[in-house]
């Protein structure tokens, strides 16, 4: 079965200390993999996708597929980072594009 | 320019009341998602849209809920006769291009529906 996995519900960390929001992914066939974000009071929106291997406000994630993770991560947090944090896949060929999430992490960045 | 906009905002429903909830998406844009989010949940895929065509419904929880989208722009997902397990919040999502992975989904505010 097509699963996303977020094992933290809340993730709380200090300003500038590393982090790191693990996401595991189960998928028979090929995914694309996502992470979206959701501010206090403002909408979901995509935050990074792995096919475009970019860094987004510091956040990279890289695709494992031998250990079918997909973990967000960033140097150095900063309070403006504190938001809710999905992961969520995509079939490579899906001609919906339809996505799957994660249950979703908390992040809270302490000053 | 306007994003996604959807309505109302927030709906509070008597069980066994019928609901509609609107969704109106970026001019132009070909794909329309629906998806649920529980209480604690991720976003669950209800349905999609491929200008008027419901091109899947595998999503959509049993036939209480129907979608339409009849002239390929605004949507309109309806539950009828509502129940206290259909409270959660409904989002809308539009995409440029038909379906495909590539295509970022642009989400509405969401519509949080509350049956009593």
């Known amino acids: 079965a097509q699963r996303v996995t977020q094992p933290e519900k809340l993730l709380s960390v200090f300003k500038g200390a590393p982090v790191e929001l693990k996401c595991n992914y189960s998928y028979s066939g090929s995914p694309e993999l996502f992470w979206y974000v959701q501010y206090s009071r403002q909408r979901l929106q995509l935050l990074l996708r792995h096919i475009s291997r970019e860094s987004i406000k510091g956040f990279t994630a890289d695709l494992n597929k031998g250990e079918t993770s997909f973990h967000l991560k960033k140097p150095f947090a900063q309070e403006e980072d504190s938001a809710m944090y999905y992961c969520a896949l995509t079939h490579g060929s899906s001609n919906t594009g339809k996505l799957i999430f994660g249950q979703g992490t908390t992040l809270q960045v302490k000053p | 320019g306007a994003g996604v906009s959807q309505s109302p905002r927030y709906k509070v429903t008597k069980r066994g009341q019928d609901v509609a909830l609107r969704c109106d998406p970026i001019s132009g844009h070909v794909s329309l998602y629906w998806y649920r989010q529980a209480l604690g949940q991720g976003p669950e895929f209800l349905t999609y849209?491929?200008?008027?065509?419901?091109?899947?419904k595998s999503g959509l929880p049993n036939d209480r809920f129907s979608a339409e989208r009849p002239e390929g722009s605004i949507s309109t997902l309806t539950i009828q006769r509502t129940e206290q397990r259909d409270s959660a919040m409904y989002r809308c999502a539009s995409s440029l291009k038909a379906g495909g992975w590539a295509n970022e989904q642009f989400f509405g505010p969401g519509t949080r529906l509350t049956v009593l």
């Open positions: 849209f491929n200008y008027e065509a419901q091109q899947d």
